[in-house]
């Protein structure tokens, strides 16, 4: 196998010493996708908030940062992914407002309506069942609380063709355009359906909201 496509391969569940730096690496190169996001959400400091494929953990400390009286919950299936994040946050975790666990978005370890908000970054396009998984997130928000997904690549992204082969390689990633994200949101049940995108970067951004 080349290179590329042991890096590649990496990006559905990161393994071992290479996975750990790929993790590290997209707390960098996932931020300006992830401050782009934020942009059109509103938190209050008091939220519990969820990450679902919280990766090396920097959009929990983004969160956390911002929930200053809340608490911030991030789940990955890697194990490699939640070392890293605990790292990452290792000072919210000592002030017990952060904690890491290793689950799967299939099965999440958490009550029905615990949280505010949950967030999902770049990695939606690995669930196993995307609605029924969206089904699993609804049930754990808050009655009126919003799911996030931001993702780097879509269906009608300036770049999408001269990526797909790449895109192809990363594990048997999915990848859907504006509409076809906006229908899964309603397919699974939520309301208030808003999609932004900027086209030039080929960057996404869906919520929706669990009906009261």
């Given at each position: 196998m080349s290179m590329i496509n042991t890096v590649l391969n990496q990006w559905r569940k990161p393994t071992g010493r290479l996975g750990q730096l790929l993790v590290w690496a997209m707390n960098f190169?996932?931020?300006i996708l992830i401050n782009w996001g934020l942009k059109y959400?509103?938190?209050e400091k008091h939220y519990t908030i969820l990450d679902v494929g919280c990766g090396g953990g920097g959009t929990v400390r983004k969160l956390a940062g911002i929930?200053?009286?809340g608490k911030v919950y991030g789940i990955d299936?890697?194990?490699e992914s939640v070392t890293v994040s605990r790292r990452t946050n290792r000072r919210f975790i000592k002030m017990r407002r952060v904690e890491i666990q290793n689950?799967?978005?299939s099965y999440l370890p958490f009550s029905d309506n615990l949280f505010d908000l949950v967030t999902a970054v770049n990695t939606y396009y690995y669930w196993p069942d995307l609605v029924g998984d969206m089904k699993e997130i609804r049930r754990v928000l808050k009655p009126g609380g919003k799911f996030m997904i931001l993702g780097e690549a879509y269906k009608g992204g300036k770049h999408f063709d001269r990526n797909r082969k790449?895109?192809?390689m990363m594990g048997g990633a999915t990848y859907h355009g504006i509409g076809e994200l906006s229908e899964l949101f309603s397919v699974a049940g939520y309301s208030e359906?808003?999609?932004?995108?900027?086209?030039?970067?080929?960057f996404v951004c869906g919520i929706g909201k669990k009906p009261a």
């Open positions: 190169s996932h931020s959400i509103s938190i929930a200053v009286h299936l890697s194990e689950s799967s978005v790449f895109l192809e359906v808003q999609m932004f995108e900027k086209y030039e970067w080929d």
